[in-house]
């Protein structure tokens, strides 16, 4: 196997830079005229004619503050662009939040989104980092808000989706909304000092470790209003991009790093007290990997499965590999078991093989089962989250946010 996919070689690391130098260069057109982020194209080209959505938007800002860590010109005028966006035309200067989404005419989408609103904390954050004007402000009013609307003190867990209005709250209660809040209170935790929030994404993961340790390790996605899991929820429209049928593994991998990192800032010094959530992360993860890679005959990981393992939906998504490569790395480190190396690798030789786009750029963000480029769930290019984080944990500190963990290490 070649040296640029073992990690903790040179040959990785300069191919990792390669690959992030590239996807910055890759997402330069996402502002619309009002800072709103367009969906881009297989090219990086915008798709004007789709929506632009709030966590897309938050995304971005959140990618090019790390961009200004790593000194990629134009990322200062980019962010900036993003939080007009956040700040202005996404903004619900009525009814309070952020809009789920903006038309291509301007026609506000329905809904107020956990999922979205947590993705705001996470872009708000960073751009403080990067000392970008209005981000604090962004912060403050994104964690009021948040603690207002979508977080449950009592039960120790966020709800989902409310109506334009904040006067309708779904029943649907979710884990993928709950995820990316524990990124986000990670996040605030670590940038704002908000100790509360780090102690809150230890609530949610309580929860989560129940649920799967319930389920032979396969994280439970969907619940009713009373946290009741429905396991047989959208069994008819089993490839939904944000609520898939079954178990995704790609999930449990996600859960296994973000558990990993809350562990860590969580008890510091005190690895006997980290040790039994460690053992669970490797537990996740090791379970999603002999789920879902290489299931069907061919490289890659499987989108689902059923509760029992077995694939439903045998696409493979770029973000599934991005959260491979990173929790891989991270376990390795963090363990010291070579396993974890080795699947590091596979995912590196992978990536290069077959999903990353060699001609117009980024990742190619959905492959079928025998690896061919299609787009039924997720079309184009939308953005460059999952893919740039993916060039950058796997080496920087496990135990912090990432925006932070970056601008940390280049200030040495």
């Not at 990629?72 to 789920?100: M, P, Q, T």
């Not at 403050?140 to 449950?152: H, I, K, S, V």
Request: proline share 3%; with cysteine; charged share 25%.
């Amino acid at each position: 196997m070649e040296n640029k996919y073992l990690i903790d070689t040179k040959e990785n690391r300069a191919f990792l830079k390669e690959i992030s130098d590239a996807l910055l260069q890759f997402g330069h057109q996402f502002p619309s005229p009002g800072g709103s982020s367009y969906y881009l194209g297989d090219d990086g080209t915008p798709w004007k004619e789709r929506s632009r959505e709030t966590w897309v938007t938050s995304r971005m800002a959140h990618v090019y503050s790390l961009g200004v860590f790593l000194g990629h010109e134009g990322s200062e005028e980019l962010v900036d662009a993003a939080l007009k966006g956040l700040r202005g035309e996404l903004s619900d200067r009525e009814n309070g939040g952020w809009y789920a989404g903006l038309t291509q005419d301007g026609q506000i989408l329905p809904t107020k989104q956990c999922y979205a609103h947590a993705f705001v904390i996470l872009a708000a954050t960073s751009a403080l980092l990067a000392g970008r004007e209005g981000a604090q402000e962004l912060l403050d009013d994104a964690l009021a808000l948040y603690d207002l609307r979508f977080w449950n003190e009592e039960e120790g867990l966020s709800c989902d989706t409310w109506n334009t209005e904040f006067t309708v709250l779904d029943d649907y209660r979710g884990l993928n909304a709950n995820m990316h809040t524990v990124e986000a209170f990670l996040a605030a935790a670590d940038v704002a000092g908000k100790e509360k929030y780090r102690v809150r994404a230890g609530r949610i993961i309580d929860h989560v470790l129940g649920w799967a340790k319930a389920n032979s390790w396969r994280i439970p996605e969907h619940f009713t209003k009373d946290w009741v899991a429905d396991l047989e929820c959208n069994k008819n429209k089993p490839d939904d991009p944000f609520k898939p049928y079954g178990a995704t593994p790609g999930h449990g991998i996600e859960w296994s790093r973000l558990i990993t990192q809350w562990a860590l800032s969580t008890y510091k010094e005190d690895r006997e007290g980290a040790a039994p959530y460690l053992e669970a992360a490797e537990n996740l993860y090791n379970r999603a990997v002999a789920d879902a890679w290489n299931a069907d005959g061919a490289p890659g990981i499987v989108y689902t499965t059923d509760w029992e393992g077995k694939p439903v939906v045998h696409d493979r998504m770029h973000w599934t590999l991005a959260e491979a490569i990173n929790t891989s790395a991270v376990l390795f480190h963090v363990t010291g078991r070579e396993k974890y190396a080795q699947d590091y690798a596979q995912f590196m030789q992978y990536l290069d093989e077959k999903v990353l786009d060699h001609v117009n750029g980024s990742w190619f963000h959905q492959l079928d089962r025998e690896n061919h480029v299609i787009g039924t769930v997720w079309p184009g290019k939308s953005d460059i989250y999952h893919a740039l984080q993916a060039t950058l944990i796997p080496y920087y500190a496990a135990d912090v946010s990432i925006a932070l963990a970056v601008k940390n290490q280049m200030a040495v």
